[in-house]
């Protein structure tokens, strides 16, 4: 397992961001991921909305994303459409970063 982890230590943001400044150390991880999406239920990261290019998303709404992802290989008939690769990092409590591949 450890060998499919990668660690990232981000840098912090140049100038806070959000209203919680906990939640900032989310959005340099996502940065420095160059994540695809921030997942959370945090409502102070959600009111962002998008993160220098970076959507962020409920679960729900991630969920209906990468279903729709893996529906659009299937409907392509791009071969073994299930092997979309999804990869998640913990930040902290409630969020995480998703990178599609």
């Known amino acids: 397992m450890r060998q499919l982890i990668?660690?990232?230590d981000p840098p912090p943001l140049a100038q806070p961001v959000c209203r919680d400044k906990d939640d900032d150390a989310v959005l340099a991880l996502?940065?420095?991921?160059?994540?695809?999406?921030?997942?959370s239920?945090?409502?102070?990261?959600?009111?962002?909305n998008l993160f220098e290019g970076i959507p962020i998303l409920s679960p729900a709404q991630a969920l209906h994303?990468?279903?729709?992802?893996?529906?659009?290989?299937?409907?392509c008939g791009i071969?073994?459409?299930?092997a979309l690769g999804l990869a998640i990092t913990h930040a902290h409590a409630?969020?995480?970063m998703a990178r599609l591949a």
């Open 30 to 39: 996502a940065l420095a991921a160059q994540a695809d999406m921030i997942v």
């Open 6 to 8: 990668e660690v990232i």
């Open 65 to 75: 994303k990468i279903l729709d992802a893996f529906a659009l290989q299937r409907d």
């Open 41 to 48: 239920g945090d409502d102070d990261l959600l009111s962002i």
């Open 94 to 96: 409630g969020s995480a």
């Open 79 to 82: 071969p073994n459409w299930g």
